[in-house]
């Protein structure tokens, strides 16, 4: 029984059968027929259940199927939320618990088309599966590709360990429902996929951001295995401070249950933080969002660098990459150089021998060009350079800044490369912007189809396997090219840490 829901198929009901109704498009998935909009040949559907609601007796437990229905459910819409503060962006989109859905379009319901599956960015903490959705669908539809977005639970409960979650379901792994849910709906996808026009076995998993963090987790994880051909990790990080054990998680469990106004560490512990609605979990953790994946033994079962460089993982397609001023998210969040040593023990004097020996750089210059690297770009060039021991593996440096943009920022910042990749970007704004975007959506396209982003002919710089000798990184700019050897110095100091904390060799 040891955590079957991960394969178990979410859906229960058979039949296929496909219609075009006056009302809109109707397909039968496996739950259920659903009833989406026409597109062109193919059609768009939003909100459709892949799992039973999460709230009640089953929050902090694993996704549940969801009940079977018969009448064809509205399509049209994206659904609900799950549970966040409130944002900009969210904040007209209702919320709730029972938020575990999928959004599908499809250019054509009659073929066997690739499928791109979205996980979406947010620090674990924000966002949906609606962010860059429609446009994502516009740009890859057109391109006979088949988009995919989902939703996942986020901050504490998505991510919570606790020991009276061990005393009640004793043999489940806690910690990450947020990664047991999109293991679920890849589950949706392998099984239902084929009915919207998909190929279940030419599915690529892409993600910026917590959403890169995600595909990271999930090409180590080996509970995913088989759900995925391909996978692309934007911004994902992967190298430091990407999981914690199940002890600390557990401790940082019991100190969030204290400050919710809960105490003892039993099954009485949860039935209490079960009582609070959302929002009085939320305000349990102020400041900066905290959450990542936990080492459960499970679903991950060590570090997710450790996990690449021991070829652990899903042996598909990989591209990695982050952009040349990531430190954009740390200056949202309010890091500076004493959070910078309290939360990851980086003593900036150390540091400067590295990046800044003739003491020329401004200290804030220094702390931005070290949040940069530490997270991002080192993380970035080691996953890629990790998994290329074992499979095609590809490595990207964002570091293109729109003409609007120039000589106000210090660089391309956190996930900027994908609104460029999705469509988002304002390729509108004039005809760099445009060629910059529609390069960046040929080569993941070609990624998405053939499991190799190409080059080489078509007006793309050839992008080769980051591995060998004077492997090199695209660098993606003004002028776009293979740059070997790219930031050697500062990668290897992180790779260096790395190595020497974990044993392992280097990328």
């Not at 496996?30 to 989406?36: I, Q």
């Not at 089953?58 to 994206?78: E, G, I, Y």
């Not at 910042?413 to 760099?432: I, M, N, Q, R, W």
Request: proline letters at 7%; aromatic letters at 10%.
């Amino acid at each position: 029984m040891k955590a079957a829901w991960l394969f178990a198929g979410l859906s229960l009901v058979g039949g296929g059968v496909v219609a075009a109704a006056p009302a809109g498009l109707v397909v039968v998935t496996e739950s259920g027929p659903v009833r989406g909009v026409a597109w062109g040949s193919g059609g768009r559907f939003k909100g459709i259940p892949f799992a039973a609601t999460t709230g009640g007796a089953h929050r902090w437990t694993p996704p549940r199927p969801v009940a079977p229905w018969t009448a064809p459910l509205d399509a049209s819409q994206f659904g609900p939320v799950c549970p966040q503060p409130e944002t900009a962006k969210e904040r007209d989109a209702r919320q709730s618990e029972d938020c575990l859905s999928v959004n599908v379009a499809t250019p054509s319901i009659k073929g066997r088309l690739p499928v791109l599956v979205l996980i979406h960015g947010g620090a674990f903490y924000v966002g949906s599966g609606a962010e860059r959705f429609d446009d994502a669908a516009s740009v890859y539809t057109r391109r006979g590709i088949v988009v995919v977005s989902l939703n996942y639970r986020l901050g504490r409960l998505g991510f919570f360990s606790h020991p009276g979650l061990r005393d009640e379901q004793p043999g489940v792994p806690t910690g990450n429902y947020w990664l047991m849910d999109q293991i679920a709906g890849l589950n949706w996808v392998r099984s239902n996929i084929a009915r919207f026009g998909g190929d279940p076995g030419k599915v690529t998993i892409m993600g910026c951001s917590a959403g890169g963090s995600s595909v990271n987790a999930l090409v180590a994880s080996p509970r995913s295995r088989g759900l995925f051909a391909r996978a692309s990790a934007h911004s994902g990080g992967g190298l430091n401070n990407a999981t914690r054990p199940q002890a600390q998680a557990e401790r940082e469990g019991v100190a969030f249950a204290a400050r919710a106004g809960v105490s003892g560490e039993g099954k009485d512990a949860i039935a209490a933080l079960r009582r609070l609605d959302p929002a009085a979990v939320m305000a349990a953790d102020p400041g900066p969002p905290n959450f990542g994946a936990v080492v459960d033994g499970d679903l991950i079962v060590e570090e997710t660098a450790v996990a690449f460089a021991r070829g652990h993982i899903a042996r598909v397609p990989y591209i990695a990459g982050s952009t040349s001023n990531e430190a954009s998210v740390f200056g949202l969040m309010g890091f500076d150089e004493k959070v910078m040593k309290e939360r990851f023990g980086i003593d900036m004097a150390a540091v400067r021998k590295v990046y800044d020996p003739q003491g020329k750089l401004a200290p804030a210059e220094l702390l931005r060009q070290v949040q940069t690297d530490f997270i991002f770009t080192a993380a970035a060039a080691a996953t890629a350079g990790l998994a290329a021991r074992w499979q095609p593996s590809w490595y990207y440096h964002f570091a293109y800044v729109p003409p609007a943009e120039r000589g106000k920022v210090a660089g391309a910042p956190h996930c900027a490369d994908f609104g460029y990749v999705l469509g988002t970007a304002k390729a509108s704004e004039g005809p760099e912007n445009a060629r910059v975007a529609g390069m960046m959506q040929d080569y993941w396209a070609n990624f998405i189809r053939s499991g190799n982003p190409g080059g080489g002919s078509g007006g793309l710089a050839r992008w080769g396997e980051y591995k060998g000798p004077g492997r090199g990184a695209l660098v993606i700019d003004r002028k776009t090219a293979v740059v070997r050897d790219f930031r050697v110095g500062q990668i290897g100091y992180w790779w260096g840490l790395w190595a020497g904390r974990t044993g392992e060799a280097l990328p």
